[in-house]
Structure formats: C-alpha cells, structure tokens
C-alpha cells in the first residue's frame, strides 16, 4: 500500500505540473504572441525549453514547499493528504481555465495542501503560510504593478525622442529576451513546487531523508512535465492576459515581462518564496497599462481576475479537504 500510494502521489504530481503548464504558459509569452514580437509556436516552443531549463537553476523554493507549509505526515494518511491536495489544485486549475481566469496554479496546490491537512487533523505551520504564502501573496503582485509602472515611465522618458516606428521594432525584437527571461523564471517557481510535493512524497514513504535535497529524477520529470504542459498552450487564458486587460504594444509589453521577471529572481533567490507567477505578470500588465491613461486599463477584467486570486486558496483547499474525507471513508 506504501508503494501504491506513492505511486499514485508521483503520478497525480506530475500530472499537476502539466497542468500548471498549460494553465500558466501564458503568464510567459501572452504579451509576446498579442504584440506579435513572436509566434504562438515559437514562443510556446521557447517557453518551454526556457521552463526546463529554469527547474535546474534552484532549490529554495522546493524546501519551503516540501518543509515550511504543513507538518510531514507520515504512513498512508500522509500520502492521502498529498493526494487530495494535488487533486484539489488540478480541479481548480481545470476550472479556472475553463472559464480563461488567470488564477495562481501556485497558491491552487497550497490551499490544497492547507485544506487536506486541516481535513486530517494535521498541523499547519501557519508562520510558513503567513511568511512565505499571504505575505508575498499581496506584496509581489504590489511590488509587480508600481515596478511596471516605474518602468514603463522611465522607457517613454528614455525614448521620447526615438522614432516611433524604429523603437516599436527594437521592442519587439528586445521582447525575445524579455519572453525568455520571464519563461526562465515561471520555470524557476513553478517546476520547483512540484518537487517539493514529490520529495515530501518521498520522505514519508522512508525512501529518502529530507536532508537529502532533490534527486536528479525528480528535477527532470517535474521539468519536463512543465514543459510539455506549456507547449501545449493555455489559448484561453492567453487571450485574456495578452488583450483583456489591455491593448499592448511592444514596448510595454518589454516593460510588463522584464518586471514581472526580476520580481520572481528576487522571490526565488532571495527570500525562497513560492510566489504566484501568475499575480506578478498581471499586476505588471496593468502597471505598464496605466502609464498611458488610467481609462485604458480594464479595471472590470482585473476586478475580476483579482476575485479569482482571493478565492483560489478557499476553493482548492474545499476540494482537497472533500478528497480526503471521501479517501478516509473508503481507505
């Protein structure tokens, strides 16, 4: 039974990433294909080669996952409390790109995990969830919108004199770069929450000691499911990013994605904070938006795309927390 849901764990992990993929590979080129710096295939092909090679490039994010959320659960009902956590993020995830909501896949897997958790009696490290969850859940997407805007201004300031038609096209050239950048770093975060569900998977089931880091298997199927799940391409919420909120062009669309890139090195790096991908890149879109009039920005859209992040955490953690009550029944 330990292998079986080990297996199972493994399994619905990677599945989780490929999801996470799909639903969030607009966050790294939506801005790209909507002002046609690149194609939809090149930059879903960039993107995920990109994503594979930032899941090599850290590890500080998949300790906090794996250590600094819930307490290490152990025997079967460890693996239960994984398995409905995965189970409610890949539902909100399916939902929310459903309906083409730019919602957090990242703050999906931690209401999950909270919510199954809870449902199982288990302790929460509510410091870890404060510190590294709700805090830079409202600061990044803060950090994200003022950085953007700052940006932006300083770009129209340094180019006032260019001409318009030559700037245009060396932004949308610059863009490659800033695509990459911003690809790299949505590797960077996301792939890493997944190893760190795997290797909490691990640990309970006694095959390895949480000393041990990541084991290189875990490195490359969690980013190679990353990126097989962003180059099959999130359309949905790719339109809403490149043109619901607003009507970028190549300059701002440069400004939104170097932003939205430093901001998840910083997290990364510096504070080994899971942050949301998918908050940062909205908050820099609308950032870089309203440097050309506060009117142009669609407040109706990112009213709601802003709803959609409050109630992610709840609704995973309702459905995991569903998951394990119907496991314990049965199991």
Known sequence: MDTLGLIAVVGTALFFTYT???????????????TR????????????????????????????????????PSGDNGMAILFAALLGAIVWNMVSWYFGLPSSSSNALFGGMIGAALAATSAVHWDGVLTKIVIPMFVSPLIGLVLGYLVMVGILWMFRRANPHRAQRGFRMAQTVSAAGMALGHGLQDAQKAM??????????????????????????????LSLGTYAGGWRIMRTLGRGI????????????TTAASVLYSASYVFNAPISTTQVITSAITGVGATQRISAVRWRVAQNIVAGWFITMPAAGAVAAATYAVIHVLV
């Open 37 to 72: 710096a690149l194609t939809p295939r090149v930059a879903l092909g960039m993107a995920a080669l990109m994503n594979l090679a930032g899941a090599f490039l850290g590890s500080g994010v998949a300790e906090t996952v794996s250590e600094g959320i819930i307490e290490t």
């Open 20 to 34: 996470n993929g799909f639903h969030d590979s607009a966050n790294a080129i939506a801005t790209s294909i909507s």
């Open 246 to 257: 607003i009507e970028l062009d190549p300059p701002r669309g440069f400004a939104a994605e």
């Open 196 to 225: 760190g569900v795997v290797v909490l998977a691990l640990v309970i089931a006694d095959v390895q000691d949480e000393s041990d880091g990541i084991p290189a298997w875990v490195k490359l199927a969690c980013a190679g499911m």
